[in-house]
């Protein structure tokens, strides 16, 4: 919502003061089609040799996800936190055994299955399991299994950036590109050079329409989209984090009830819930 809101202050701002200042629109209007021919042709073209498909479509799922925010929600935070503590709970006081059919197989665990929207997140599930797998096989170090938890969040963490990466080298060409339909419009206006002035101002002006879209589109829009795709994704890895602090904690030694607080202190401050409402949560997890 914030993000069209920004986009209609920015087009309103800009025409709005170009029109304010006496400016007229009939050389912007004309000439508009063809320089962003030029230049959105030239950036989706570039794009297109820069980027792999897997790229490309996260780039364009980013944008959806730029307007929609962060998949993960406060909910969200304290079903993790359920889930985890279950899981924990029931390895520390049932063992290696009765876990072992949960994480062998989430989908058909009533323990994962309480929880859908995280076992449809497959790195989330397979952290959570391939983890707890580690565990079962005596790897109980806690400095070893953050580092190799580390390891793969930084990992999926540069995996899901990519996108955003993509689109802010396409803000960052944008500029370039408008110089270049300038420059084909002052090329276009020296083979006219013999016409009058008042037509010569005519084809300058809309040439430097063409390096007036490549700056607008690149710092009004794209930029901007680029920035925000990219939060989004960091709002959304802090969620893989508090797999790691519980699973740690876990490790050290800590109750099921005090590995999950520890996890509650990492969540973001707006998707945090207070101490009662993870109780709460945790009275009504499901019991193995």
């Not at 070893?144 to 580390?150: H, L, M, S, T």
């Not at 803000?171 to 010569?200: C, H, N, R, W």
């Not at 589109?217 to 893989?240: K, S």
Request: proline residues 4%; aromatic residues 8%.
């Amino acid at each position: 919502m914030f993000q069209i809101i920004g986009l209609l202050v920015v087009f309103g701002m800009v025409f709005g003061g170009f029109a304010l200042a006496g400016g007229h629109f009939d050389v912007i209007i004309k000439a508009a089609p063809f320089e962003m021919m030029m230049i959105g042709g030239a950036g989706v073209g570039s794009f297109l040799i820069s980027n792999s498909m897997g790229t490309i479509k996260g780039a364009m799922a980013g944008f959806g996800k730029a307007l929609s925010g962060s998949k993960w929600k406060a909910k969200d935070y304290s079903d993790l936190l359920s889930l985890l503590f279950v899981l924990t709970k029931t390895m520390k006081t049932k063992g290696v055994v009765a876990i072992e059919p949960h994480i062998e197989n989430p989908k058909e665990s009533n323990i994962f299955q309480t929880y859908p929207k995280i076992l449809k997140d497959h790195f989330a599930t397979d952290l959570i399991c391939d983890t707890l797998r580690m565990m079962t096989m005596n790897l109980d170090d806690p400095h070893q299994v953050e580092d190799a938890i580390e390891k793969q969040i930084e990992k999926h963490h540069n995996e899901a950036h990519a996108a955003s990466h993509a689109v802010q080298n396409l803000a960052d060409a944008f500029p370039a590109l408008g110089i270049v339909a300038a420059v084909l419009g002052i090329i276009k206006t020296m083979g006219a050079i013999s016409q009058p002035p008042e037509y010569l101002g005519k084809l300058i002006g809309s040439a430097l329409v063409g390096t007036f879209l490549g700056i607008f589109i690149a710092y009004g829009i794209v930029g901007p989209f680029a920035a925000r795709m990219a939060e989004v994704l960091d709002e959304e890895g802090q969620f893989y984090k508090i797999i790691k602090d519980v699973l740690v904690s876990h490790l050290h030694g800590n109750a099921a009830q005090i590995s999950v607080e520890l996890g509650r202190g990492s969540i973001p401050t707006s998707c945090q819930p207070s101490f009662a409402q993870l109780e709460e949560a945790l009275n009504s997890a499901p019991q193995v």
